[in-house]
């Protein structure tokens, strides 16, 4: 990437840019801003080193709910499929049926219930991340909804499984790309 920048700066320098002794200058401060905005801090930590209890929730929910799909007879395609920064927690596959699965894991229901918990922003992220899914992975048949899996944590080791087959349909544009 550092090449394609220092051969963007020596066309605009060579272009018919009225000021073409300040192209370079603007040009600097705003790699200098992308570098700092891109910072080498992030990198890749592995899960038995993670600290947010959240986070170590989650994942113990997202396998749980592995589990529990495929003692349903499901074959899992993709775990945490990412789009970039959006992902879908599951995607599972009985026959020619294909699920977006959220996997929403509960401690109590105080912040509501895992249904209510999936709003129409996230319906629509996942409805763009599972559209790039079926475009990489779909096949001619395949027919496509969205579930829910809902891991209420009643204690240490004690928790319920909450299956909600077909939680949302798809309304608008990205209705097309399924089937």
Same mark, same amino acid.
């Given at each position: 990437?550092?090449?394609? +920048? ?11 840019? !009225? ?17 700092? *905005?891109?910072?080498? &801090?992030?990198?890749?930590? !592995? *899960? ?5 209890? @959240? ?5 113990? %929910?997202? @396998?749980?709910?592995?589990? /529990?799909? $495929? ?19 599951? $995607?599972?596959?009985? %026959? ?6 959220? $996997? ?7 912040? #509501?219930? !895992? +249904? ?8 629509? &992220? ?11 992975? #779909?096949?001619?048949?395949?027919? /496509? ?5 809902? +891991?209420?944590?009643? #204690? !240490? ?14 309304? #608008?544009? /990205? ?5």
């Amino acid at each position: 990437m550092i090449v394609f +920048v220092v051969q963007c700066a020596a066309v605009l320098s060579k272009s018919r840019f !009225p000021a073409p002794s300040r192209a370079g200058s603007i040009f600097s401060r705003r790699l200098q801003y992308l570098f700092w *905005t891109m910072s080498g &801090t992030r990198s890749f930590i !592995p *899960t038995a080193e993670w600290e947010d209890l @959240r986070q170590i929730r989650g994942l113990w %929910g997202e @396998r749980t709910a592995i589990s /529990y799909l $495929v003692s349903c007879g499901w074959d899992i395609e993709a775990h945490r499929f990412k789009l970039g920064r959006h992902d879908i927690d599951l $995607v599972a596959r009985r %026959g020619s049926t294909v699920a977006f699965v959220e $996997v929403k894991t509960r401690r109590s229901v105080a912040q #509501g219930s !895992p +249904v209510e918990s999936v709003g129409r922003r996230k319906q629509s &992220t996942i409805a763009k991340v599972a559209s790039v899914w079926c475009l990489r992975y #779909g096949r001619q048949n395949d027919e /496509y909804r969205f579930d829910v899996v809902a +891991v209420h944590e009643h #204690g !240490p080791g004690q928790y319920s499984i909450e299956h909600i087959e077909d939680a949302w349909r798809l309304q #608008g544009s /990205y209705r097309r790309t399924y089937g």
